[in-house]
């Protein structure tokens, strides 16, 4: 058993640093306490290896864009690495969100979907592709995150799932009502993502009746 010299304490295992002071351990160790973490140890490497090159990726593009003057053709007042850079940080915020633990899948599904539509909306806008975006490519997106939600919270046990599977619906239901009274005639794919969402609700209703009735509860207070 190794000793703190300071803190007057003996330490069991092979530690070679005192836990409480980090000062050097005197005597001699012992085989292990606890399993070493090979798998944390290999991930943060591979987390680290894609974050290099995300970040040299985001500094390379900058600098073509803006010192070398490189742009899209069509586009020559485009800051297109703004842009990408857009997608990297977004890239990097999902990848942070999948080691964090304590959000369930729907949670990340659903938040991965979010910062996906309204990056590609962005991107959209600089070019110029946002009337296929809001009338073809929001709903599709919209409706593809209820139907996940919809699997999760088939699958899921703990009903953590409801929340989203019933936000995720709000907003393919209420875009769709919005389109639908302000324009003469609804985009078929709003009109597939508002029908998805009310079948999908139905089926939450009857598959998992009591899950959704505590969820409305919890978010209405009725
Ligand atoms: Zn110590």
Not at 65 to 81: E, I, T
Not at 94 to 99: A, N, Y
Not at 132 to 148: D, E, F, G, R, Y
Request: glycine share 8%; aromatic share 12%; hydrophobic share 55%.
């Amino acid at each position: 058993m190794r000793r703190c010299p300071y803190c007057k304490v003996e330490i069991s295992g092979d530690l070679t640093k005192c836990p409480l002071c980090q000062s050097k351990l005197t005597g001699n160790g012992e085989a292990a306490c606890y399993p070493k973490f090979e798998a944390q140890k290999k991930q943060s490497l591979y987390y680290k290896m894609q974050l290099a090159i995300v970040w040299g990726l985001l500094i390379v593009g900058i600098g073509l864009d803006f010192l070398v003057r490189l742009r899209l053709p069509g586009f020559p007042d485009l800051h297109w690495s703004l842009i990408s850079g857009m997608w990297l940080i977004g890239f990097e915020f999902g990848i942070m969100r999948q080691f964090k633990p304590g959000t369930g899948s729907a949670g990340k599904v659903t938040m991965m979907a979010l910062i996906t539509i309204v990056m590609w909306c962005v991107t959209a806008y600089f070019f110029g592709l946002m009337k296929i975006t809001v009338n073809l490519v929001v709903p599709i997106a919209l409706a593809a995150t209820v139907t996940a939600n919809f699997v999760l919270a088939l699958l899921d046990k703990n009903g953590n799932t409801m929340a989203y599977l019933l936000s995720a619906m709000f907003m393919g239901i209420v875009p769709g009502i919005i389109s639908f009274f302000v324009s003469e005639k609804m985009p078929i794919a709003w009109a597939i993502c508002l029908m998805v969402s009310v079948i999908l609700f139905a089926g939450a209703v009857i598959f998992r009746g009591r899950a959704v009735a505590a969820e409305l509860q919890r978010r209405f207070h009725v």
